[in-house]
């Protein structure tokens, strides 16, 4: 860390010497002259004092706050955006008063909420020229804390503000939800985008909100889907969002720490068609099933997703078969299962059912569902007296010889 830190301060000398020195007026003005969204070829250093500062983020050790040439100025348009702040090795947190110098190119963009343009320096460096009294030390390191503990802190905050310090939070998952904390109609075992949104509240309660004592997790991401009933533990900033006390730092990272069993009805493919035929064109079902079955082949252009995590493909209820009635489009996989799926892999897919219309014909259709693979098919070319891959299923042994299901007596199951 001393060394970053070092480095850091080497990049802001050397910077610093390349910059020309303007106060806060002057950047507005000269930042003014840029296109909307446009960034100025030269670098400046801006001189002014901190007003309206936010709270320092630990998770990615910067800070944004406005800047005005008067101490006692209540209002700017210029901003220091997501910067650090550093004196000397060490990064400190500016306080309202301070008087600071940030180096970087300035950019000009528009504030919806403001409804105005605000010159900004995003992600500079940042100097102390004058300090007020307080206390600038950084908070660092995590604390370990319960839910209701967790609730206090953030109903003391104003809102909008967030903590530096970290908290790690353990809890059990009550309701999978959507961006504004309320729960999907059959429980959110939809993924989406990889991270999802969920109440935690402490184990053997059932609170769905902050008033009943479970805290609001926005955009958590665990290493597989997560359901109602696990166990997890997550470590967060704590904010006062207009009232809600949720996570402040983006995409936390969820650790499961126990598996609840999830309940759902279990369809072979050809139950699945069924379901999915008797909703309307494009109609999606308002329950998610898990539907059980065999790999066919790749849909168009559907293999592996490095990048999202997913993978379409068709399913069957028959292990030999090369075509699938059911369609699984960008459904979330681990890598090292999505990658090797064959032909006549078992599967189980759970999301919701879709009656999709396309080009006057109707298919049935599993999206943004999740896969995970009960047990796989030989995928070499052998005879009987080599080797073969034995499976119990049900109950019943079989061989798995060249993609294909045999019972005892060596008679093709299909």
């Known amino acids: 860390m001393k060394k970053f830190f070092s480095f850091v301060a080497a990049a802001l000398v050397a910077m610093t010497m390349n910059a020309q020195a303007i106060s806060v007026a002057d950047a507005i003005t000269e930042g003014m002259k840029l296109d909307s969204m446009g960034v100025s070829e030269a670098v400046y250093t801006v001189e002014g004092y901190v007003i309206n500062a936010y709270s320092f983020s630990t998770q990615y050790m910067n800070q944004s706050w406005f800047m005005a040439d008067a101490a006692d100025a209540t209002e700017s348009d210029f901003e220091a955006y997501n910067c650090f702040p550093i004196e000397g090795n060490d990064t400190l947190k500016v306080l ?44 660092t390191g995590v604390e370990v804390i319960t839910i209701a503990e967790a609730l206090e802190i953030g109903n003391e905050l104003a809102s909008g503000a967030a903590t530096e310090k970290m908290y790690q939070l353990t809890g059990v998952i009550t309701a999978l939800t959507n961006n504004k904390g309320v729960a999907n109609e059959d429980g959110g075992y939809a993924q989406y985008n990889g991270s999802q949104n969920f109440w935690l509240a402490p184990e053997g309660s059932e609170a769905t ?19 109602i009933g696990y166990k997890v533990s997550l470590t967060v900033s704590i904010k006062n969002y207009n009232g809600m006390i949720e996570n402040g730092n983006s995409k936390p990272k969820v650790t499961i720490l126990e598996k609840a069993a999830i309940q759902m009805d279990t369809l072979t493919v050809t139950e699945a068609v069924e379901e999915a035929m008797k909703l309307g064109d494009n109609e999606t079902s308002t329950k998610s099933y898990a539907v059980v079955g065999y790999f066919a082949k790749f849909a168009s252009k559907g293999e592996y997703s490095t990048q999202f995590k997913n993978v379409s493909f068709y399913m069957t209820d028959d292990a030999t078969s090369t075509y699938g009635d059911l369609k699984c489009y960008q459904c979330s996989i681990s890598e090292a299962e999505g990658t090797a799926l064959v032909q006549g892999d078992r599967v189980m897919v759970v999301g919701k059912l879709t009656n999709n219309f396309y080009n006057d014909k109707n298919s049935a259709q599993i999206a943004k569902g999740t896969v995970s693979v009960q047990w796989k098919a030989a995928i070499e070319n052998i005879i009987l007296t080599e080797k073969v891959d034995k499976v119990i299923v049900d109950g019943v042994l079989y061989i798995v010889r060249d993609g294909k299901l045999f019972n005892l007596q060596g008679a093709q199951v299909r």
């Open 96 to 139: 309202n008063g301070d008087k600071v110098s940030v180096t970087g190119k300035l950019k000009k963009y528009y504030n919806k909420n403001a409804k105005k343009y605000i010159i900004e320096i995003e992600k500079g460096n940042a100097a102390f020229i004058s300090k007020v009294d307080g206390d600038h030390t950084v908070q």
């Open 209 to 227: 909100s902050n008033a009943d004592g479970a805290f609001f997790v926005y955009a958590g991401v665990g290493e597989e889907q997560l359901y």
